[in-house]
């Protein structure tokens, strides 16, 4: 299968692309004003939004479900997630973790990008499509699920072989959004930080070799590598 990784946003917060010739997956959906980002990163690969076959959260916090909404009300793709999580993207159940320590010029930069891309102005989605652990859905690039609880309950590692990558979602962050201090460590905001290592560890033996967080930048890498990294700053 050929397959390419597009990256849309910035170290802020991201979404990405699984490009390919039998469509594309939207990976995240970052935030409510991305839309004309994802449209230009589309039109310079040469596609489109109608190629767009599901988009896969790794969670359903609102810096996740940004363009879901409308991708979904608007051109009929459908929003999968995973079950522990579907309330939360329906905008029922919300996160009430503290986030932890934080820099003042950090918060700025992060409420700065929040605002230019309407964060405030966030659209639960409607309508899910839910999946369970161990999944590998019927999506461009073969999309494998693998439970990682502890960000939320239904937070999941996105396995795509096809483009060389583990999608952690805010289990892992690369560059704290509240300190700017870029190196792996748990996502703040966290419900359940002290499950997230463990969790981790299912995904020590796998090949990839990007690991991609939902906040910093891409952590070239394995995953046993990312857990001792993680584990190395604890």
């Known amino acids: 299968m050929n397959a390419e ?3 849309i946003g910035d170290d802020l917060v991201a979404m990405h692309a699984i490009v390919t010739d039998a469509g ?5 959906a970052g935030l409510p004003g991305d839309r004309r980002a994802l449209r230009r990163a589309l039109d310079a690969a040469g596609r489109s939004l109608t ?23 608007e051109h009929g793709i459908p929003i999968h997630v995973h079950e522990a999580d579907a309330a939360r993207a329906r ?6 973790a503290a986030g932890g320590a934080w820099r003042l010029r950090a918060i700025l930069q992060f409420l700065a990008a929040g605002l230019r891309r309407g964060a405030l102005r966030p659209r639960h989605v409607g309508e899910v499509r839910t999946f369970r652990d161990g999944e590998v859905l019927d999506l461009p690039g073969a999309p494998e699920i693998i439970g990682l609880p502890g960000h939320s309950p239904g937070s999941v590692a996105v396995r795509v072989p096809a483009v060389d990558a583990v999608f952690v979602g805010d289990a892992i962050t690369t560059r704290n959004v509240l300190t700017g201090v870029a190196a792996v460590a748990i996502g703040p905001f966290s419900d359940d930080p002290g499950q997230t290592p463990g969790s981790l560890e299912r995904l020590r033996s796998l090949p990839e070799r990007r690991m991609i967080p939902g906040h910093g930048p891409i952590f070239e890498g394995t995953a046993a590598r990312l857990i ?3 584990a190395g700053d604890r």
Do not use: Y
Not at 24 to 28: A, K, P, R
Not at 53 to 68: E, N, P, S, Y
């Open 91 to 96: 905008g029922e159940e919300k996160s009430h």
């Open 51 to 73: 190629e767009i076959r599901g988009v896969v959260l790794t969670h359903g916090d609102i810096d996740h479900i940004g363009v879901a909404e409308w991708l979904r009300a």
């Open 24 to 28: 594309i997956t939207l990976v995240d």
């Open 228 to 230: 001792e990294e993680l």
């Open 5 to 7: 990784l597009i990256r």
